[in-house]
């Protein structure tokens, strides 16, 4: 009998169903005969619970970022409660139980803090699978850390040693990366990219927030608008339909140095005809920027888990932060006229880049569990 995982994700967000994605791709190139399967739980049992707390964790970080941080923050290093696991549960999982009964996976892979709090609480209440969470920030919240847990794939050795101070034994722990989806395990050509996407070959930036179109984008187009003649301005809005339209209708970027992008499939092109990135510090977006030895500028993160990642990889000179937006005239006079500036980042970004294996998760979960 052929086995069978279930990879559980939440709708918080596109980087933790990108990693869940990510594992699944591997897991059928490296064992086609294992059927995966990935939900996400909270959209699956409870969609108006779920839509109502995505809708308020957005407009918290609108309206009052420095509560969230506090909330963030406020025992951050210390595992999640039985009660608060069993808040989750009930807003979010009731009901799993039929799913997971239905399903019968021999293993169960989390990608988010709410999957894992629920399914561990499972485990601990006698239901037998085996458990494997996969981190998809550069930091650990102790919202991640269950003892139920079997195996915890993390990005990073400082991500190792945060999960071991909150009492996580080392056997239960492997350093393999975040999963990154197919379509960047391949290293592609710039020229061949930009004439694919109809670029001009000129230095170009490119602009990000993350899946929800975040992270000021507004903002850093208008500010990016003055060096149109002379660098090609990419603007990924992702699913922020208005943001999109707004800045479409706007005549002030109707240039031929200007592209303004929704949700995009293929972004491992775009970043690949790209010679700087500038987004807000989610960690897959990161992980995938870095896969493509693409320098970063962090602009905008979000409080708590994104200020936590800028952190990382500020601390370990693998991105710069603009602080304001009139420090962005600055980056790009670097891009334009200092190429020995930036090429301190891109020999850095090339040096992680041959640590990326995007096969090592996928791979580990193969070898130990399938």
């Known amino acids: 009998m052929n086995k069978?995982?279930?990879?559980?994700?939440?709708c918080i967000g596109n980087g933790h169903t990108k990693a869940a994605e990510a594992l699944m791709q591997g897991i059928s190139h490296l064992a086609p005969s294992i059927h995966t399967q990935i939900l996400e739980a909270g959209q699956v049992l409870h969609p108006i619970t779920t839509k109502l707390?995505?809708?308020?964790?957005?407009k918290m970080n609108s309206l009052s970022p420095?509560?969230?941080?506090?909330?963030?923050?406020?025992?951050?290093?210390?595992?999640?409660?039985?009660?608060?696991?069993?808040?989750i549960y009930l807003m979010f999982?009731?009901?799993?139980?039929?799913l997971l009964e239905q399903e019968k996976p021999n293993?169960?892979?989390?990608?988010?803090?709410?999957?894992?709090?629920?399914i561990s609480r499972l485990k601990r209440l006698g239901y037998p699978f085996t458990l494997c969470t996969v981190l998809t920030d550069f930091h650990v919240h102790g919202a991640w850390v269950h003892s139920e847990v079997d195996v915890y794939l993390v990005s990073s050795e400082d991500a190792y040693n945060q999960l071991i101070n909150m009492g996580v034994p080392k056997n239960h722990i492997a350093v393999t990366g975040m999963p990154i989806r197919s379509n960047f395990w391949i290293k592609k050509n710039k020229q061949e990219m930009r004439k694919k996407l109809r670029l001009k070959n000129i230095p170009s930036v490119m602009v990000m927030g993350g899946g929800l179109g975040l992270g000021g984008i507004k903002e850093l187009s208008h500010a990016l608008l003055k060096w149109k003649e002379n660098i090609q301005i990419i603007i990924c809005t992702g699913n922020n339909e208005t943001l999109r339209r707004t800045l479409s209708r706007n005549e002030k970027f109707h240039h031929p140095h200007v592209r303004i992008l929704g949700?995009?499939?293929l972004i491992d092109e775009w970043m690949e005809a790209t010679d700087l990135l500038i987004t807000k510090a989610g960690g897959l977006t990161c992980f995938e920027a870095m896969?493509?030895?693409?320098?970063m500028y962090i602009y905008q993160p979000f409080p708590g888990h994104e200020e936590k990642n800028c952190e990382f990889l500020v601390n370990n000179h693998l991105a710069i932060k603009i602080d304001d937006i009139t420090n962005l005239d600055k980056v790009i006079e670097?891009?334009?006229?200092?190429?020995?500036?930036?090429?301190?980042?891109?020999?850095r970004m090339r040096k992680f880049q041959l640590k990326i294996d995007p096969l090592a998760s996928a791979e580990f979960i193969v070898n130990q569990f399938l």
Do not use: A
Request: aromatic share 14%; charged share 25%.
């Open 4 to 10: 069978k995982v279930i990879i559980l994700s939440e």
């Open 53 to 58: 707390l995505v809708g308020s964790y957005l």
């Open 66 to 87: 420095s509560l969230w941080r506090k909330m963030y923050h406020y025992k951050h290093n210390v595992p999640l409660s039985n009660w608060k696991k069993f808040i």
């Open 93 to 98: 999982h009731r009901q799993i139980e039929d």
């Open 107 to 118: 293993l169960i892979i989390c990608t988010h803090p709410f999957t894992t709090s629920s």
């Open 263 to 265: 949700f995009v499939d």
């Open 291 to 295: 896969s493509k030895g693409l320098p």
């Open 334 to 347: 670097k891009l334009l006229f200092s190429p020995e500036e930036m090429k301190s980042l891109y020999d």
